[in-house]
């Protein structure tokens, strides 16, 4: 693969991991999560912050978007890498459902 190539498919990847943060942010702040978005050129791919608000803002996930087998992308929890798979991008409702239960697990481990 060249060099151009190699950018080319970088920069549509970075397109698509934004549009897909973009939407899971507006499903997590439905939910009453906080969001930061991690996007500038100093992060080496987009990211998305979501962390509890009030007293727990310590507890949080980072959310990237990966390429997964079959030409798909999946929402991933940073922390866990490539074992942190939360679910396929496109259904951000769903996704956010993830991520409101991780969050809640992280918050109150003894009640689960």
């Keep these: 693969m060249g060099r151009y190539a190699l950018r080319w ?3 549509i990847g970075r397109r698509v991991a934004v549009r897909y ?7 997590v702040k439905a939910r009453g999560w906080r969001c930061v978005r991690l ?3 100093e992060f080496p791919r987009p990211l998305l912050w979501v962390y ?10 980072v959310v990237c978007v990966r390429a997964v087998p079959g030409g798909m992308w999946a929402y991933h929890d940073v922390q866990r890498g490539r074992a942190g798979y939360l679910f396929p991008c496109g259904d951000a409702k769903a996704a956010a459902e993830q991520v409101d239960l991780l969050l809640k697990h992280r918050m109150f ?4």
Aim: aromatic fraction near 12%.
């Design 21 to 27: 943060l973009d939407v899971l942010a507006l499903a």
């Design 9 to 11: 498919r970088t920069y």
């Design 109 to 112: 481990p003894s009640t689960w």
């Design 52 to 61: 509890a608000s009030g007293v727990a803002e310590d507890v949080g996930v």
């Design 39 to 41: 996007y500038g050129r």
